[in-house]
């Protein structure tokens, strides 16, 4: 796909409050319980943004699959923030256990996501099988087969749940594309463009124009990038045609050595990027146009 300058695309913004990582060692101001979060969601709503990206917590801070979480945070946001559009993360996170390591989530946890009840407008789909690791400590294969990717995304299509494809590198495209083929995706595909993580491609701008080359023409994307990274190529790709995705998940500082005070500062900042770059931001009902997806808040269930 080519870059499109000046593009009069409207620009879907992401927030992302919490994650599925760090914590509020990482800044106290982080939502973890599902009061906090959805407070977090409506503030970002008022201020401009259109996608709820949800991972959620246990009572003790950390990374949870419970499906009743999952449950009280979309019916929150759905009651607080209408039409917003509700996404959960299929990779969950990880979690540190008693002894001091790091653990990842099992498929078969990932997979029950499918039966949130009210269901998710959106789940990511994590394009392909790597050695993931932060920081050093935490590491462990995220394990996102062919096999599994395309039965969770049969799934998604029999409850009409549409998808965002998180890639780490240049194969995960080359991924999805072979399940579009195979019918389990219909164009336009929505990217996230996932850089920095170590095992996946760098944050590097270099790298940013070669995964967007790869992707078909008429795609939505964005760029997922943690830390340093995170303001300097989401804004890259807003001037280029793409979306925009912000929040203490990708970034929990407003600047080198500041700490953001909360995620409405950083929705705040990233809508002033998108008018100074000249675009302007999509309303709730026109993100949902954009994905295809009915006006509103609709109610679905896990059966549907």
């Known amino acids: 796909m080519k870059p499109i300058l000046n593009s009069e695309k409207k ?34 709503y008022n201020a401009g943004a259109t996608v709820a990206h949800i ?15 999952y449950k009280e945070v979309i019916a929150g946001v759905n009651e607080r923030c209408p039409g917003m559009i509700t996404q959960v993360g299929n990779g969950i996170g990880i979690r540190r256990e008693s002894d001091g390591s790091w653990s990842g989530f099992t498929q078969d946890q990932r997979m029950a996501l499918l039966n949130i009840d009210p269901a998710p407008d959106m789940l990511t789909v994590n394009a ?14 995220f394990d996102n087969s062919q096999g599994w990717n395309s039965e ?22 080359v991924n999805m594309l072979r399940m579009r083929d195979a019918g389990l995706f219909e164009d336009p595909m929505h990217f996230s463009f ?5 095992g ?14 790869a992707i078909p023409e008429g795609s939505s994307w964005q760029i997922v990038s943690i830390g340093r990274a995170q303001v300097p190529l989401t804004t ?31 929705v705040q900042r990233a809508v002033r990027i998108i008018h100074e770059i000249g675009r302007e931001l999509a309303t709730v009902d026109e993100a949902r146009e954009f994905h295809h997806m009915a006006p509103g808040s609709m109610s679905k269930t896990a059966s549907a």
Request: aromatic share 6%; glycine share 12%; proline share 3%.
């Open 236 to 266: 890259i790709a807003v001037a280029l045609g793409g979306n925009m995705r912000t929040g203490f998940e990708d970034t929990v500082h407003y600047r080198r050595g500041e700490l953001a005070q909360d995620n409405e500062q950083l």
């Open 55 to 69: 991972h959620v917590r246990d009572k003790q801070g950390r990374t949870s699959a419970d499906l009743g979480i």
């Open 152 to 173: 969770f995304a049969a799934g998604c299509r029999e409850r009409g749940i549409v998808n965002e494809l998180e890639v780490y590198d240049i194969s995960h495209i």
């Open 194 to 198: 996932v850089l920095g993580i170590t």
């Open 128 to 141: 392909g099988t790597f050695h993931f690791q932060l920081k050093g400590s935490a590491e462990f294969l």
């Open 11 to 44: 620009v879907v913004l992401t927030i992302a409050p919490t994650g599925g990582l760090h914590g509020k060692e990482a800044n106290s101001n982080l939502p973890e319980q599902p009061k906090e979060i959805i407070d977090a969601f409506e503030s970002c």
């Open 200 to 213: 996946g491609i760098p944050a590097e701008a270099q790298y940013l124009l070669t995964m967007l080359d």
